[in-house]
């Protein structure tokens, strides 16, 4: 009875593409159903939210599931009757459905450890690692039993293969010809067609909850979808001002806040920024600390105790308690620290072409007589960043400028944060030691999963999670200002410490603004007043404020803030995701999406977004501001403004 079931079900051989069509479902549903179960303290249950989550979801599961079958129909359509009706094809069929059900199970396994790190599915920053596969795999190997976890994913994709052998074996007998198989050929390649016209990852952003939004979706269908949406023309997909009334209202932001506007009316950006009196010539050590979130430290209401030194520290320096990160990524960081832009949609200007001379941090520095380096822990052809820093007034010093007898610890990122600063010490003296001065930009690499380090430093053993791999930094900062202060140049220098990004972007809004949160340290006993700076500030903000503290007059670029000489109600922030771009001012949040008109929220006294304003009036004119911000950096970096 079940064969004869099976022979009627199995009219012809394309009864295999429905039968991995389901196989795609069902794999899909399930990674959703534990996501989110996963994620359950941070989803709204609502009934909306659950019925969209599985329709739309599975929605994007069969879209999902026209392109994955493509290689098993046109071998099916392609496959002659003579060659398919042969014995050993079954073994063919039998090994492709292996081979089929083993890449679900591993995207599914990835998908879960992808949304362990990022509460996201998987995005640009998933099609990035594609690309850095050394490190990649190395971060994955290092943080997972991935050996077990691979021979558990052979082990159940052979236990499937081997139930569904039935349904595969009765497609043989069933002959077919070429001309009867074109048809069937032709009607289903038209569905991936017109999904690939018609379908985009905006039909699955239904919900105010970022999470629902993201279960909506397919992991796989993302994966494609980030590669094909890596960068996003501004003009194209965003909203815009005409180009004369854009470049006015450059004009007067910048103007009205820094300095005298080079050439009015026009697109430059060039302004000067003036200050009356000495320049003060110190040495300066910028540290940017991988994922340090504003939370982690007891000064913002921490309550874990990993940050022993930076909160002693924070006494005794400036502390700026209001400043955001410009997007999620270190990429974006040192965008943000290094050429003082708010984020452009898509990639980071860091790995983008045509990115060489760009007017930097490290150009005001050369200019006024300092050696600029930028110093990494890591390899640093990894995200670009070499590549960029070189040809943009840096020397790049990496992990290959370390002998093996100079490393305590590393991992795939790169060497223990101890080394890396005994590293940029060296960097430091070496410049010093020539009666030159020092612009140093450090990035630390071990607050990072695997989150390992040296054994014997801290109270937390390595490899137990990212409070541990937080409170190692603390305590390489603090040795690193320790051994500092035994240098000749140590009063004569000026530390930064500062995230690049937080440690989680994930929210249950899409652009949530305290996972946008971070520190800033300003150090310099003798030249610099403690005290804290409570103003909104943005981390383009830095650099022009940096320069400013240290009185610098110059020609600028930039579309930083130096927050002491700003205006009062000029403040604003910028934080974005690789496709949303946010603009807070005050007590409002607006969001700019593609293709969709400007979004403004009104936001309470924790930063929380309260309601939607409709966009008129009052809030059509920050809608205004921000669109400005963004077209104009968007066009400056297209037009080639910001070369140096």
Not at 285 to 313: M, R
Not at 353 to 373: C, I, Q, R
Request: proline share 4%; glycine share 6%; aromatic share 14%.
């Amino acid at each position: 009875m079940r064969d004869a079931f099976l022979r009627k079900f199995n009219k012809n051989r394309f009864v295999l593409v429905i039968l991995l069509v389901a196989l795609v479902v069902a794999f899909s549903l399930t990674t959703r159903i534990a996501l989110l179960v996963f994620s359950a303290a941070s989803f709204d249950f609502t009934f909306r939210n659950l019925i969209g989550v599985i329709t739309i979801g599975i929605f994007f599961d069969l879209v999902n599931a026209s392109y994955f079958v493509l290689p098993l129909l046109v071998f099916l359509w392609l496959m002659p009757e003579r060659v398919y009706q042969k014995k050993w094809n079954r073994v063919v069929l039998f090994s492709l459905f292996f081979l089929f059900t083993s890449v679900l199970l591993f995207n599914a396994a990835a998908e879960g450890f992808f949304w362990d790190e990022f509460n996201t599915r998987f995005n640009f920053i998933a099609v990035d690692y594609l690309v850095y596969t050394t490190e990649v795999i190395g971060n994955i190997r290092q943080s997972y039993p991935i050996e077990w976890i691979i021979v558990a994913i052979l082990t159940l994709s052979f236990l499937v293969t081997y139930v569904l052998r039935n349904f595969i074996l009765y497609t043989a007998p069933a002959p077919i010809p070429f001309r009867k198989r074109t048809p069937w050929f032709l009607s289903y390649l038209s569905i991936p067609m017109v999904s690939f016209f018609f379908v985009d990852s905006r039909l699955h952003h239904f919900s105010n909850n970022s999470y629902a939004n993201e279960l909506a979706g397919n992991g796989m269908y993302e994966l494609f979808a980030a590669y094909r949406n890596n960068e996003l023309d501004y003009d194209q997909f965003y909203p815009h001002l005409n180009e004369k009334q854009a470049n006015q209202n450059i004009f007067s932001m910048l103007h009205s806040s820094v300095g005298d506007i080079a050439q009015p009316g026009t697109s430059s950006i060039i302004h000067k920024v003036k200050h009356s009196g000495p320049e003060k010539k110190l040495n300066v050590v910028l540290i940017s600390v991988e994922s340090l979130s504003a939370s982690f430290l007891n000064s913002f209401g921490g309550d874990k105790n990993i940050t022993p030194y930076l909160d002693s520290l924070s006494q005794h320096s400036l502390l700026f308690t209001n400043l955001y990160a410009t997007g999620t990524r270190t990429v974006r960081g040192l965008e943000a620290l290094s050429l003082a832009v708010p984020p452009t949609p898509g990639q980071s200007i860091v790995r983008r072409p045509n990115n060489e001379h760009l007017f930097t941090l490290a150009n005001v520095f050369n200019e006024k007589g300092y050696e600029s380096k930028f110093i990494y822990g890591g390899y640093g052809y990894f995200d670009n960043m070499s590549y960029f820093f070189e040809n943009n007034g840096y020397t790049v010093v990496d992990r290959s400028a370390l002998a093996d007898e100079e490393i305590d610890y590393e991992n795939i990122w790169g060497v223990a944060d101890e080394n890396l600063f005994t590293l940029a010490l060296r960097e430091i003296d070496a410049t010093t030691s020539q009666n030159k001065l020092s612009f140093t930009h450090i990035l630390t690499t071990s607050n990072h999963r695997p989150y390992t380090y040296p054994e014997g430093r801290i109270n937390i053993p390595s490899h137990t999670g990212r409070e541990g791999a937080v409170k190692y930094t603390d305590y390489a900062i603090n040795k690193f200002l320790n051994d500092a202060s035994r240098k000749d140049w140590y009063a004569n220098t000026l530390f930064i410490i500062v995230a690049d990004h937080c440690a989680s972007s994930a929210g249950k809004t899409e652009l949530p603004i305290e996972k946008y949160h971070i520190p800033m340290i300003i150090f310099s006993p003798g030249n610099i007043h403690s005290g804290k700076q409570d103003r909104l500030m943005s981390q383009i903000d830095i650099a022009p404020t940096i320069l400013g503290l240290l009185n610098f007059s110059y020609t600028s670029k930039f579309f930083g803030y130096d927050i002491f000489t700003l205006p009062k109600g000029k403040e604003r922030a910028f934080i974005s995701t690789y496709q949303l771009l946010g603009y807070m001012k005050q007590d409002s949040l607006v969001i700019l999406a593609p293709n969709k008109p400007a979004e403004v929220y009104l936001t309470g006294n924790k930063n929380e977004i309260v309601r939607n304003i409709p966009t008129r009036e009052s809030a059509s004119a920050i809608a205004n501001e921000a669109i400005t911000w963004y077209q104009g950096a968007s066009n400056a970096f297209k037009d080639g403004a910001l070369k140096n």
